[in-house]
């Protein structure tokens, strides 16, 4: 079955870096645009970042350009996020989704998506 595991979060003070790792399995991650969502507390679910399936094009949240970076290897089945300058507001659980394309994705409507790993920034 489907599966995407995330890991790599923690707490982390404002100005750190944190890299966030989603690993998967049960179906071919080449195959698919690949997303970060995250919810901060008492909000919604938030599209944050998205890479193409070879990785030729990342796309980012206006908020995080410059301080996040996607990336895959597709051989080893992972998503990564590179995290820098932390913010405060970049608290939230983070999620790794999948989705059949971009506007799917910049849409919210995914078909799959795993447990999350939490961030926390804060001195």
């Known amino acids: 079955q489907v599966q995407l595991v995330e890991s790599g979060g923690g707490l982390a003070q404002?100005?750190?870096?944190?890299?966030?790792?989603?690993?998967?399995?049960?179906?071919?991650?080449?195959?698919?645009?690949?997303?970060?969502?995250?919810?901060?507390?008492?909000?919604?679910?938030?599209?944050?970042s998205g890479i193409l399936r070879d990785?030729?094009?990342t796309d980012y949240k206006d908020s995080v350009k410059g301080r996040f970076t996607i990336s895959?290897?597709?051989?080893?089945?992972?998503?990564?996020?590179?995290?820098?300058?932390?913010?405060?507001?970049?608290?939230?659980?983070?999620?790794?989704?999948?989705?059949?394309?971009?506007?799917a994705a910049w849409r919210g409507d995914y078909d799959y998506w795993g447990q999350g790993t939490q961030v926390t920034v804060s001195s």
């Open 14 to 48: 404002p100005g750190g870096s944190l890299r966030l790792s989603c690993t998967t399995s049960g179906f071919t991650l080449s195959n698919y645009y690949m997303s970060w969502a995250r919810q901060a507390p008492g909000k919604g679910f938030e599209w944050v």
């Open 55 to 57: 990785g030729s094009r």
């Open 72 to 103: 895959r290897d597709n051989a080893k089945g992972t998503l990564y996020l590179q995290i820098n300058s932390l913010k405060p507001e970049d608290t939230a659980r983070y999620y790794c989704a999948r989705a059949s394309d971009p506007p």
